[in-house]
Every structure is written in structure tokens, then in C-alpha cells.
């Protein structure tokens, strides 16, 4: 059954669930965020292989700039 699966095709895998894992616990535990937007980040991630977490990261980076950033500047 898996006779042609490579090492390459294990570490892509694997790259992808602990991807897609980080950015489904990350989202979870968001306490900003309402279920709603919640599951609208939940149905990017797993419907978007790769560009989903890739997505989330992006949108985690710049909320974080934002609240980092003074409201007066």
C-alpha cells in the first residue's frame, strides 16, 4: 500500500498536520476572537492545505502589531 512513500513524502505530511495542528489550537484559544470567526478560521485551515495555516500565521502576525503598536501613533 505504501510502497512508493519516500521520506520527502512523510516530512511534507507531517509538516502539514503539525501546521494545521498549531494553527487549530491557536484559533481555539484565542479568547479575542467569537466562535463564529472561530469557525470561519477552522473551515480556511482544513479546506486549504497549507495556504490555510499560512493564512492564520500572517493574520496572527499582524493582529499582534496592532495591539503592539500605541493607539495615538
Avoid: C, D, Q
Avoid at 516530512?11 to 503539525?18: E, G, N, Q
Avoid at 486549504?48 to 499582534?64: C, K, T
Amino acid at each position: 500500500m505504501f510502497v512508493n512513500v519516500s521520506y520527502t513524502h512523510l516530512v511534507i505530511v507531517v509538516s502539514y498536520l503539525a501546521a494545521m495542528i498549531a494553527a487549530l489550537i491557536s484559533i481555539w484559544r484565542s479568547s479575542e476572537t467569537g466562535t463564529g470567526v472561530k469557525v470561519y478560521w477552522t473551515g480556511i485551515v482544513v479546506l486549504l492545505p497549507y495556504v490555510g495555516p499560512l493564512m492564520w500565521a500572517i493574520n496572527l502576525a499582524i493582529s499582534a502589531r496592532r495591539r503592539s503598536t500605541p493607539s495615538g501613533a
